[in-house]
T-cell receptor
Framework: EAGVAQSPRYKIIEKRQSVAFWCNPISGHATLYWYQQILGQGPKLLIQFQNNGVVDDSQLPKDRFSAERLKGVDSTLKIQPAKLEDSAVYLC???????????????FGPGTRLTVL | AQSVAQPEDQVNVAEGNPLTVKCTYSVSGNPYLFWYVQYPNRGLQFLLKYITGDNLVKGSYGFEAEFNKSQTSFHLKKPSALVSDSALYFCAVRPPYSGAGSYQLTFGKGTKLSVIP
């Protein structure tokens, strides 16, 4: 079974530029998550989708971050404009939905390492 | 609000010796607990989870974890460490299910395990 795919693996941009990350979840996983992992910290949830709807975006800095999952499969996370403090690894994860909308174990992709200069 | 504490930034153990990576948590209700491992430049890899039942949970690669409700702990263990076990280990918690919605996974800051040959 293929895992969660992410691209690019690495990205270097200057502050105030824009950047986009792509994620393809495990086939059949209805729930998709984007996490931000700053060096030396655990991952922090940015946004959770179930199919193409947003379940939780309470920690997404909406003035500069946006995410979409238009067809309920692939997802894109965008930062515009980027700040120095956005330097981090951006992880995508997916999980199955069990009966009643309950989500199962999350499986993670390899991440995109973003460096903002 | 839920939280996870991993009190040790780094754990060093000799190859062949038993290892323990500590985790304590705080959550309302019965917790769902997870351990993930992260190798350099890789995403998080699921090791094991506790939902309910036996307090000793067995996972991948010979790892196991012991749930202790009275001490609110979920320590990761392995009887005999391998050099290849050297990595960053994350404990995570989520609240119990009470209907469909967001059940945010909260991570600890991670513990770096170094197994010395």
């Amino acid at each position: 079974e293929a895992g969660v795919a992410q691209s690019p693996r690495y990205k270097i941009i200057e502050k105030r530029q824009s950047v986009a990350f792509w994620c393809n979840p495990i086939s059949g996983h209805a729930t998709l998550y984007w996490y931000q992992q700053i060096l030396g910290q655990g991952p922090k949830l940015l946004i959770q989708f179930q199919n193409n709807g947003v379940v939780d975006d309470s920690q997404l800095p909406k003035d500069r971050f946006s995410a979409e999952r238009l067809k309920g499969v692939d997802s894109t996370l965008k930062i515009q404009p980027a700040k120095l403090e956005d330097s981090a690894v951006y992880l995508c994860a997916s999980s199955l939905v069990i009966a009643g909308g309950i989500t199962d174990t999350q499986y993670f992709g390899p991440g995109t390492r973003l460096t903002v200069l | 609000a839920q939280s996870v504490a991993q009190p040790e930034d780094q754990v060093n153990v000799a190859e062949g010796n038993p290892l323990t990576v500590k985790c304590t948590y705080s959550v309302s209700g019965n917790p769902y607990l997870f351990w993930y491992v992260q190798y350099p430049n890789r995403g998080l890899q699921f090791l094991l989870k506790y939902i309910t039942g036996d307090n000793l949970v067995k996972g991948s690669y010979g790892f196991e974890a012991e749930f202790n409700k009275s001490q609110t702990s979920f320590h990761l263990k392995k009887p005999s460490a391998l050099v290849s076990d050297s990595a960053l280990y994350f404990c995570a918690v989520r609240p119990p299910y009470s209907g469909a919605g967001s059940y945010q996974l909260t991570f600890g800051k991670g513990t770096k395990l170094s197994v010395i040959p």
